[in-house]
């Protein structure tokens, strides 16, 4: 009876025997992986446009509901509020190059969250994070809400918040 006891117990715990592939895993897999291809070249773009300092182009990977959050505390933008800033410097020819080297985005369904370290000549590292949501009929992507931020190192932190702080005061 307790020998049977451990064999129920053994069988229980033991894990479940290996599966072969189901015929349409490697499909469903692809099928995600285009999805994030997708979606990381609607960011693409939109980086390359602004480098290229191309309003068409860049605010075309916004959807017209999108908020673009800036380093800057003032920079809290709802999509025309941004443009109104920015195209009088894309006229100018004026862009600017954030290059991103390590992207980490995540598809479920039609929504589509990521953070990507960013390089940039003036700032050094920073940090852009967000979120893409398939629209429209042909089931574009497009960006949402684009947060840009600095990165600080912890060692370096209360240093930058008293800086902060200070000229808060004046």
């Given at each position: 009876m307790i020998i049977a006891l451990f064999a129920v117990l053994a069988l229980q715990a033991a894990p479940p025997p290996p599966t072969a592939p189901s015929a349409g895993s490697d499909s469903v897999g692809a099928t995600a992986q285009r999805e994030v291809d997708a979606a990381a070249a609607t960011l693409d773009r939109m980086h390359q446009a602004a480098?290229?300092?191309d309003g068409a182009t860049y605010f075309a990977q916004f959807s017209h509901t999108a908020r673009f959050v800036g380093t800057d505390a003032s920079e809290h933008w709802d999509i025309a509020a941004f443009k109104a800033y920015a195209e009088p410097l894309f006229a100018r020819g004026q862009g600017w190059a954030y290059r991103p080297?390590?992207?980490?985005?995540i598809v479920s369904g039609d929504v589509a969250w990521f953070d990507e370290?960013?390089?940039?000549?003036?700032?050094?590292?920073?940090?852009g994070s967000g979120l893409l949501r398939r629209t429209g009929p042909e089931g574009e992507w497009k960006i949402e809400q684009y947060v840009l931020s600095f990165t600080v190192p912890n060692d370096r932190a209360?240093?930058?918040?008293?800086?902060?702080?200070?000229?808060a005061a004046d």
């Open positions: 480098a290229d300092a080297y390590d992207r980490t985005l370290k960013l390089d940039n000549d003036g700032y050094g590292a920073l940090r209360r240093a930058v918040v008293a800086l902060i702080k200070s000229d």
